[in-house]
């Protein structure tokens, strides 16, 4: 079994919506066809303004796919992902930090109400000293 440390946190994700996409007339081998559809596609990271192209297929779903993938193998956008993990990091780390802050100081024996059951079955409210014996 994997310790709770071992366990992989999805930090962010990039999609296709995070992108502005452009087509164009790819031109080149192909023939007529490719000189008159828009099978080119570049792909524009809007945070990082990683660009993208491909217009190696005839299909623009695959010129698509293609497009992305090499947007994510810019230099551009591996330094902004680089950074954008840092940062992102940082802020659970704090966050994480903020939460056991939170829970030491619920946990102090004066924010504590401790309650046991007495001989007739009701909730009655116990002593601190009664717990520490």
């Known amino acids: 079994m994997a310790n709770e440390t071992d366990k992989k946190r999805l930090l962010f994700s990039v999609t296709k919506d995070d992108c502005d996409w452009q087509t164009f007339r790819a031109g080149g081998k192909g023939g007529q066809y490719q000189n008159k559809t828009e099978t080119g596609v570049r792909c524009i990271h809007r945070a990082s303004g990683a660009v993208g192209e ?11 796919v293609e497009a992305f993938k090499r947007m994510t193998e810019t230099a551009t956008f591996k330094n902004w992902h680089r950074l954008e993990t840092a940062r992102r990091l940082a802020d659970y780390q704090s966050i ?4 056991e802050e939170a829970v030491d100081v619920a946990m102090q024996p004066l924010n504590l109400k401790t309650e046991i059951k007495d001989q007739q079955g009701r909730w009655v409210e116990t002593a601190p000293s009664a717990l520490d014996s």
């Open 54 to 64: 491909a217009r190696d297929s005839r299909s623009q779903h695959a010129n698509k």
């Open 96 to 99: 994480e930090q903020m939460v």
